[in-house]
């Protein structure tokens, strides 16, 4: 029996109007959410992402403000963007959309933002914090994302073995942390597995939960799937396919047609996790609005 498809965008405007409460409650207190992005060069999936972004921020009463550098921006000039938007009154969230040009590190600049407005979760104080359950920590918005949909989708994650393939400081480790934490969405027993993994269908064939942040096309088959698994795939990726009219087609890290005849439920790229990306941002800029308010 083909496996149900979790479909992450009506998930995710469900979540949205869940917000709207509490956003026009901060807005009659004079205080309206605001969020800054800050995009660096030209890079295209950036560019779609930021826009949506921007429009989630339009539609739920949130204030929002895009700032574009040029591909070749030094890295002092970012940092002194960074330190405005850290003083700016207006902004109570900010993010600077990775990947970043090579002439710039990465982690000055993470570091750089102030944590209270860190919305993505990766200064190192709210990844501590985040790690040990504090809950005016800023979690990142993915795994974030990914953890609303199993309990919105009454998936059991209490006691249920959770196979996470990838381990990069923006999905695998902070989604391992979250599931392993007790309460909600958690309590589950993780193992995480990489490019380095050997036997790796071995080890993604244990999991009731399979999450999929790897960055590679259709990289896990049916054969690398236990029979009833909730597979989760994170990934988007651009394949070339002529008959598409752009010249190309989005997949996931999982081979959706082959892994949907295998698992109980999937995620559908796209439509999946990344709606749900989109609205724990916002949820983490309305937080950091009312932690500025309190």
């Given at each position: 029996?083909?496996?149900?498809?979790?479909?992450?965008?009506?998930?995710?405007?469900?979540?949205?109007?869940?917000?709207?409460?509490?956003?026009?409650?901060?807005?009659?207190?004079?205080?309206?959410?605001?969020?800054?992005?800050?995009?660096?060069?030209?890079?295209?999936?950036?560019?779609?992402?930021?826009?949506?972004?921007?429009?989630?921020?339009?539609?739920?009463?949130?204030?929002?403000?895009?700032?574009?550098?040029?591909?070749?921006?030094?890295?002092?000039?970012?940092?002194?963007?960074?330190?405005?938007?850290?003083?700016?009154?207006?902004?109570?969230?900010?993010?600077?959309?990775?990947?970043?040009?090579?002439?710039?590190?990465?982690?000055?600049?993470?570091?750089?933002?102030n944590p209270s407005k860190d919305v993505d979760g990766f200064h190192p104080?709210?990844?501590?914090?985040?790690?040990?359950?504090?809950?005016?920590?800023?979690r990142p918005a993915t795994p974030y994302?990914?953890?609303?949909?199993?309990?919105?989708?009454?998936?059991?994650?209490?006691?249920?073995?959770?196979?996470?393939?990838?381990?990069?400081?923006?999905?695998?480790?902070?989604?391992?942390?979250?599931?392993?934490?007790?309460?909600?969405?958690?309590?589950?027993?993780?193992?995480?597995?990489?490019?380095?993994?050997?036997?790796?269908?071995?080890?993604?064939?244990?999991?009731?939960?399979?999450?999929?942040?790897?960055?590679?096309?259709?990289?896990?088959?049916?054969?690398?799937?236990?029979?009833?698994?909730?597979?989760?795939?994170?990934?988007?990726?651009?394949?070339?396919?002529?008959?598409?009219?752009?010249?190309?087609?989005?997949?996931?890290?999982?081979?959706?047609?082959?892994?949907?005849?295998?698992?109980?439920?999937?995620?559908?790229?796209?439509?999946?996790?990344?709606?749900?990306?989109?609205?724990?941002?916002?949820?983490?800029?309305?937080?950091?609005?009312?932690?500025?308010?309190?």
């Open positions: 029996m083909p496996a149900e498809i979790i479909d992450g965008k009506r998930i995710a405007q469900d979540m949205q109007q869940e917000l709207r409460p509490q956003i026009e409650a901060l807005t009659a207190r004079g205080v309206t959410p605001g969020l800054a992005v800050v995009l660096v060069g030209d890079n295209p999936a950036s560019q779609v992402y930021v826009r949506m972004k921007g429009r989630a921020c339009e539609e739920a009463g949130i204030y929002s403000e895009q700032i574009n550098l040029p591909a070749d921006t030094r890295e002092h000039e970012l940092l002194g963007v960074i330190d405005r938007l850290n003083t700016d009154p207006k902004i109570h969230g900010m993010l600077v959309q990775l990947p970043l040009p090579e002439q710039i590190n990465e982690m000055r600049v993470l570091h750089r933002v104080e709210n990844v501590g914090k985040a790690a040990m359950g504090d809950p005016t920590a800023f994302g990914v953890q609303q949909m199993l309990v919105r989708s009454g998936v059991e994650t209490s006691g249920a073995h959770a196979v996470i393939v990838g381990r990069s400081n923006i999905v695998g480790r902070p989604m391992a942390s979250l599931l392993t934490q007790k309460g909600e969405g958690g309590n589950a027993t993780v193992t995480v597995c990489h490019s380095r993994t050997r036997n790796i269908g071995e080890v993604t064939r244990l999991g009731d939960i399979l999450i999929v942040a790897m960055g590679k096309p259709e990289f896990i088959r049916g054969d690398m799937v236990r029979e009833g698994a909730v597979v989760i795939d994170v990934g988007v990726n651009r394949v070339d396919d002529k008959r598409a009219k752009q010249g190309y087609r989005l997949v996931g890290d999982v081979a959706f047609d082959e892994v949907a005849q295998v698992a109980s439920a999937i995620t559908p790229v796209p439509g999946g996790v990344g709606p749900m990306t989109i609205t724990m941002l916002l949820y983490n800029t309305v937080q950091a609005a009312r932690q500025w308010a309190a």
